[in-house]
C-alpha cells in the first residue's frame, strides 16, 4: 500500500490511507478511524468529536495482546487536540473528545496506530462560523 509518504509497499512507512475510498480492502476497513462530527461549528463554543476505529462493514479490528489499537489522536489541521491510549485485550478504540475552536485550523484528523500495522489516517472537513 502507498503511505503518504511514498513508502511503497511497505505498511510501517508512512501514513496509510485507502487507495479507493470507494471501496475498502478488508485491511482498510480494520483501520480506518472513523470520526463523527458536526460539519459546522460556532467559534469558541464546545462541541464532539467521536472516534472510532473500524467496523466498517462488520468488519472489526481485532483486540488481543498481540494485535490491537495502541492510540488514537485527534487534530485540526496540524494543532493537537487530544490523544486516547489503549491496551491489547482490555480495552476498545473509541473515543470522545469535547474541544471547542476559535477558527478553522483545517480539517479534522485522526490519526490511529496499530502495533501491527502502522499509522493510518482520516479527515473530516469542519467549518467554524
Known amino acids: 500500500m502507498a503511505g503518504k509518504w511514498k513508502c511503497e509497499k511497505d505498511i510501517l512507512c508512512g501514513v496509510n490511507e485507502p487507495k479507493d475510498r470507494e471501496n475498502l480492502e478488508d485491511l482498510e476497513k480494520k483501520h480506518m478511524p472513523l470520526i ?3 460539519d459546522k461549528v460556532k467559534k469558541d463554543e464546545p462541541f464532539e468529536v467521536g472516534i472510532t ?3 466498517i462493514d462488520g468488519v472489526d479490528h481485532p483486540n488481543e495482546a498481540g494485535h490491537f489499537i495502541e492510540w488514537v489522536e485527534l487534530y485540526s ?3 493537537f487536540l487530544g ?4 491496551s491489547g485485550g482490555a480495552s476498545l478504540p473509541r473515543a470522545v473528545f469535547r474541544v ?3 477558527h478553522a485550523h483545517g480539517p479534522l484528523k485522526v490519526w490511529e496506530k496499530c502495533n501491527l500495522h502502522g499509522l493510518w489516517e482520516n479527515t473530516k472537513e469542519i467549518t467554524v462560523e
Do not use: F
Not at 490523544?83 to 489503549?86: F, G, K
Open 36 to 38: 463523527e462530527a458536526p
Open 53 to 55: 476505529v473500524g467496523g
Open 77 to 79: 489541521g496540524d494543532t
Open 83 to 86: 490523544r486516547a491510549s489503549y
Open 100 to 102: 471547542k475552536l476559535d
